[in-house]
Nanobody
Framework: QVQPVESGGGLVQPGGSLRLSCVAS????????GGWYRQAPGKQRELVAA?????STNYADSVKGRFTISRDKNTVYLQMNSLKPEDTAVYYC??????????????WGQGTQVTVSS
């Protein structure tokens, strides 16, 4: 059973950085794909970044140049720099066996809160 588990959220000031981590079993990130989604209050869940086992990546326009997704066998990371208040949301890890960045995988983590505020 694959159960992604996130860590690394917290409170940070505008312009600061955070690194999120997501651990999942069975080498799913090297075989399929992993991604990060976020959901702010009153808004739909949206893609932040995704990466396949082969290294293809996809980013939301709003985070390009500021966020970087990477992975190893069992972990997907999201390095977030130059954070803005509008980045405040619950961030969810997503994992799937299909090696594509175009669709969501079937497994979700429980979410980790990121708050950007002075």
């Amino acid at each position: 059973q694959v159960q992604p588990v996130e860590s690394g959220g917290g409170l940070v000031q505008p312009g600061g950085s955070l690194r999120l981590s997501c651990v999942a079993s069975l080498n799913i990130f090297s075989i399929g794909a992993g991604g990060w989604y976020r959901q702010a209050p009153g808004k739909q869940r949206e893609l932040v970044a995704a990466i396949t086992g082969g290294g293809s990546t996809n980013y939301a326009d709003s985070v390009k140049g500021r966020f970087t997704i990477s992975r190893d066998k069992n972990t997907v990371y999201l390095q977030m720099n130059s954070l803005k208040p509008e980045d405040t949301a619950v961030y969810y890890c997503n994992a799937g066996w299909a090696p594509t960045i175009l669709t969501r995988g079937r497994y979700w983590g429980q979410g980790t809160q990121v708050t950007v505020s002075s």
